[in-house]
Structures are given as structure tokens and as C-alpha cells.
């Protein structure tokens, strides 16, 4: 169990390297990757990215009284910006441990290789 969790990281940890392999701006795969790792780990409503100026955008949900916010509700939920140096350094801060982690992540691996094989289709 242990090993698979350890590969699963790893892999995670490569596909980390290789999308903060950019310029100016990553790939439309790899932003959709960027926001959808930010977005589990920061347990955020919705995540954007400005790569020029280094800020990730964050809202997380805050109930402004005793009754739960509703799903898409953006109205009760704050906004954190949250400045970066190093994006592959904050995008492997948020790989951690466990077994929810785990399944999230073969997600996201499986959601990029889906990703890549419809490009190959596109582009033959």
C-alpha cells in the first residue's frame, strides 16, 4: 500500500516539475492541474492563478450566520491572495499524505493522461 502511495507521489511530484517547465504561462492542461491541486489542498470554493504577478487568488467559504453556505454561493465566501516565488515549491507543498490524498491524486493523474491522449487524437 505504502509503495503505491509513494508512486502516486512521485509521479505527482514529476507532473509538478514538468508543468512549472514555462515561460511565461503553462499550458491550458497543466493551469486546469495547477488550479485543480491548489483548489483541494487550500479546501477553497474556487482558485485562479496570475502567473506574471506570482498570486494565487483563494475563496474559501466563511458563513456569515449559523446557516451553512450553500454549494456556489460566493456571496459569503472571502477572497485571500496568497503570493508565491516559487510555484513548483507551493504546488509540492500541497502533496501530502492519505488516503483521500491518494485517490484525489490518481484522479488527477488519470484526468491529465485523458487530457494528453485527446490532444494526440487531435493533433494526428
Do not use: W
Not at 491524486?105 to 491522449?117: A, E, I, K, M, S
Request: charged share 35%; proline share 2%.
Amino acid at each position: 500500500m505504502e509503495e503505491r502511495e509513494d508512486k502516486i507521489r512521485k509521479e505527482i511530484q514529476k507532473l509538478i516539475k514538468e508543468s512549472c517547465a514555462f515561460d511565461k504561462v503553462p499550458s491550458l492542461e497543466f493551469q486546469k492541474f495547477h488550479r485543480a491541486l491548489l483548489r483541494f489542498s487550500f479546501d477553497a470554493l474556487s482558485v485562479e492563478l496570475n502567473y506574471e504577478d506570482k498570486i494565487i487568488s483563494v475563496r474559501n467559504s466563511k458563513p456569515s450566520n449559523s446557516k451553512s453556505l450553500e454549494i456556489g454561493d460566493f456571496e459569503g465566501a472571502i477572497l485571500q491572495n496568497v503570493n508565491y516565488t516559487d510555484l513548483e515549491e507551493t504546488l509540492s507543498g500541497c502533496v501530502s499524505v492519505g488516503a483521500y490524498n491518494e485517490c484525489f491524486f490518481r484522479h488527477l493523474l488519470n484526468d491529465l493522461d485523458r487530457l494528453r491522449d485527446d490532444e494526440e487524437i487531435k493533433i494526428a
